[in-house]
Every structure is written in structure tokens, then in C-alpha cells.
């Protein structure tokens, strides 16, 4: 059995999940290559070929891969998977847009978000936002996966393979890239910070959210996230959002501020190691999970805890 | 400009989910089912392109039970002018539902399929990508704005760390995330007119597509429940506990 890794990356740096997927792909095979699609991404490749237990990196590049468009990705894997039995991509906004893709093209079912692998043909995944685990057995010839990246360790660095350059495939056809906008900061990123600060609904309105939630982030060095509601409000950007529908974080430190604990909230960052939650509802339900629970209100409590963590030298 | 939206009926968002004792499932008997929230946004969209003129005609389709026509009379009741339901009693997986929509695009030549990003019940977010797939037609998932006009369409998406903007060649197929619009509740007067409204029913079988399951469910269990700890007097509490257990 041979498994093709997607690595997740911005052209310029290999993302963790990367590392995270590989070590769900050696649970299925020792055949585990790594395929670095971007454009200028060189360095990607690099980084790919050093992570321990990969066989082999192949690296094509394009402006429609680079773009991360759906179609030409699609259309650069899918004669590929004639080599192997198994896609395994990171289950972010790049790899649930064109794995399903792939799975249609090859007739097969997607197994998406997969937080265990059983054996060859059985995973195991959340369903409804969480509040179940769905064991699936696949009789497809070829699987198709998604991973939830924060469920699996990184496979360590200190591999040596090998480096091929492939073809890019037939391009994106009738989609056509017009412009792109990500947004730069000097905070880590959500999904793979050590510490995560997050706002909800409590906020009242975005300059509120900045106010409050990024001076005690970049206090803690940790990336800013949002429940649904915070940003359903238009408090905070999609992109920022922790949760069932959107990133999943495992994070060592995660402080809810003001946010209730939503069901689909908690879906997303159940799994941090320390939950610290400030809301002046003393029976929300982010107190169920949370290890240490502040029942106050933000406004006084946020204050209080910046000049904690100033007094402990933070 | 013809749009069709596919719509699913799920268990209403608001419930909290149990799962069954024999670990076969969720339980869904006597549970409130509604639309699935993304996708009531994909045929809010589709009503919208229709008020501004650049939709001519909306046609919603459910794969589903006899009780998925109360789904379908919802989006009648929101805007859209005829209903479609593919009667079936199966639970069918993403790529089946995906081929039955492709059955469907075939007899109603739509311009453009918007339909949500995820259901809350599977949460795959798969079949948007998969139809168009299927189809060999240009795809913009996750849309968090959609103009369209003649033979094409400027989709702007959410990405990892922002947006993307796309041109899409017409037919395409979209899908709807959270930020691309509110959906109206749909009022008295237009859920009175929605039973007036065409709703044709045919049966999965008459369409003849391989719905065969790839996966079987093994088991459906509960997640590990995790504890609560400790609720403290002050914030200054938080960071010296904090500190002592080495997490800061």
C-alpha cells in the first residue's frame, strides 16, 4: 500500500498539519510521498523531503496551484492516485475545497475530518458538530481522506528523501484567479499556536473585540480566535473562527473571553490541553470544560488579568 | 438565469444530539428536524439574485423522506418558485447525493447550483465539490460573496488566513458559507402562498443512479467527556495557577 500526503503550505513555509498527516499516513503504510503543489515553492519541497518517513516528495508547480485552485489541483492528483491507494490532505479551507473533488473524479467516498486511524479501511470521525464519534469501514479500492490534523502528533524532522519534479497537470479550465487578500499578522497561526485567545458574542461590536481580545493575545504571544457567534455579528473575521464549522485547535493554553460554549464551539477546541474561560453567566456551559473558570464580567476581568500577567513578568 | 438549490432536512440545530444505546446511531425519533442552516444562506442567495434581477427562475431540490417536502415548502416559503423531491428513505453518502444531483442537473439545465458548504448532521463538506466534479463544471466553494452576471461569475471565498476572489465560467456550482447573507424568516402571507407552489415528488429509483454506500458504519459512540475544573475568585488567580502548573 503506498499513500500520497498533500502538504499544506503558503508556497514559502511547510505548515505543521503537514507533519501531523504524515504520521496518520505511517499508521497506514511505510510507502508515505509527500506532493508539494504551489508555485516558488521550493523551500516547501525541502521542508517536505526532511520530515522523517517520507519515501519521496513530488513537486510541481504552477500560478493555479500556487493559487491553491481547486480544479487544477484536482486535475494534477487524480492520475497520480493511479500509483497509489490512498490521499491523505489536511482538512483545511485548501484541502475540504479539492478533496472532494478528487474523490468524485476517482468514484470514491471521501472520508472526511478522519481523528482515528483504525486499520487500512476503518476511521474513525466526528459527525454533528462533534457531539458523536462515526466509526466507517471504506470498501473503496482507494481512500480518500481528510485529516484533523490536531488529533495526530507531528512526525519528527530528519528525513533525507528525495526530491521529483513533476508535471503540473491540465490548469484550473474555466475558473479564472482574480485577486486574493490574506491577512498579515505577527501572531501565530490559529491552528498551530501554543496559546489561543478567543472572543465571543459578549464583545458587542469589532472595535470591542480588537479592544479587548488582541493586547491580551499579544500579551500571551498566542493567536486570536472567535466563536460563530462573535462573528456571525461581524465582530471578527471568518477566518478567526474556532469551531465545528470553523478550525479545529488543540493549542496548550485556550482562553475563552466572554463566550458561552456552544455546542459547535466546543467541537473546536475541546482538545486543548488548559481551557481558562472569563463569562459573568456562571452556568454557561464553557465552565463544563473549562479547567479554570472566572465567573466576572469581561470588562473588569480582562483589565485584571493583563496586569496579573504584567506582575508575573508576561 | 435558472438556479437550483439543493436543500437537506437535518436535526435542528438547536437540539442537542443523543446517541443511541446500541451504538447504531443518532437517535432521531421524535426529534425537531429544520433546513440546514447553510443551506436556508445557499437559497437565500439564490432568492436574492433573483430580486436583482439577475436570476430569472429558483428551483429548490431535497433527496430525502416524505417529510423533506415540509423542507422544500420552507424554501418555497423564503422565494423560491418551484420544489423537487427525490423520495427516499435511504440515508444516502455525499457522492451518491452528488450523482442524484447531476441526474437532476441534466433534466433542468440550471446556469449555476448554489447550495451550503456543509450539512450539520454528516458534516462532510463534500457534495458541492463532488457535483462539480461530476458535472466537469467550474467550482467556487465557500462563498462569502457571489455577483453573477451573464456567462459567468465573481465569487469571493473564504481561505486559510483571508479571501479569494474568483471568475467561474458559467454553469458552475457555489457553495454557501456563513458571512454570505442572513436568511430571512419566511412571513405568513408567503408561507400560505409556498402550499400553492409546484412540488413535484418522484421516486430515487425511477432516476436509476448507483447509490450503493462505500462506508459502513461500524459504530456511533459519544465523544470522552471532559471535566470541568475549578472556578476561581479573581484573574490574578488564573495566571498564578497558570504559572505554577508550568502552563505560561
Known sequence: MAVLVFADHDNTTLKDGTNKTVTAALALSSDVDVLVAGKGAGDVAKAAAGIAGVRKVLHAESDALGQGLAEAISGLIVPLMAGYDALLTPATSLGKNFSPRVAAKLDVAQITEVVEVVDGSTFVRPIYAGNALETVQSSDAKKVITVRATNFKAAADGGSAAIETIDAGPGAGKTAFVDQKIVRTARPDLTAAKIVVSGGRAMGSAEEFQRVIDPLADKLGAAVGASRAAVDAGYAPNDYQVGQTGKVVAPDLYVAIGISGAIQHLAGMKDSKVIVAINKDGDAPIFQVADLGLVADYKTAVPELMDALTAAGK | ?248
Open chain 2, 1 to 248: 438565469m435558472k438556479v437550483l438549490v439543493p436543500v437537506k432536512r437535518v436535526i435542528d440545530y438547536n437540539v442537542k444530539v443523543r446517541v443511541k444505546a446500541d451504538q447504531t446511531g443518532v437517535d432521531l425519533a421524535n426529534v425537531k428536524m429544520a433546513m440546514n442552516p447553510f443551506c436556508e444562506i445557499a437559497v437565500e442567495e439564490a432568492v436574492r439574485q433573483k430580486e436583482k434581477g439577475a436570476a430569472t427562475e429558483v428551483v429548490a431540490v431535497s433527496i430525502g423522506p416524505v417529510q423533506a417536502q415540509e423542507t422544500l415548502r420552507t424554501a418555497l416559503a423564503m422565494g423560491a418558485d418551484r420544489a423537487i423531491l427525490i423520495q427516499t428513505d435511504q440515508d444516502l453518502e455525499p457522492l451518491a447525493i452528488a450523482k442524484v444531483l447531476a441526474a437532476i442537473v441534466a433534466e433542468e439545465a440550471p446556469d449555476v447550483v448554489i447550495m451550503g458548504k456543509q450539512a450539520i448532521d454528516g458534516d462532510n463538506n463534500a457534495t458541492g465539490q463532488m457535483l462539480s466534479a461530476l458535472l466537469d463544471w467550474p467550482q467556487a466553494a465557500f462563498a462569502s460573496e457571489l455577483v453573477l452576471s451573464a456567462g459567468s461569475a465573481k465569487v469571493t471565498r473564504e481561505i486559510d488566513g483571508g479571501l479569494q476572489t474568483l471568475e467561474v465560467a458559467l454553469p458552475a456550482v457555489i457553495t454557501a458559507d456563513l458571512r454570505l447573507n442572513e436568511p430571512r424568516y419566511a412571513s405568513l402571507p408567503n408561507i400560505m402562498k409556498a402550499k400553492k407552489k409546484t412540488l413535484d415528488v418522484k421516486e430515487l429509483s425511477a432516476l436509476g443512479v448507483d447509490t450503493v454506500p462505500r462506508l459502513k458504519v461500524v459504530k456511533v459512540v459519544e465523544p470522552p467527556k471532559r471535566t470541568g475544573g475549578v472556578k476561581v475568585e479573581n484573574a490574578a488567580a488564573i495566571v498564578s495557577n497558570l504559572k505554577s502548573n508550568g502552563v505560561i
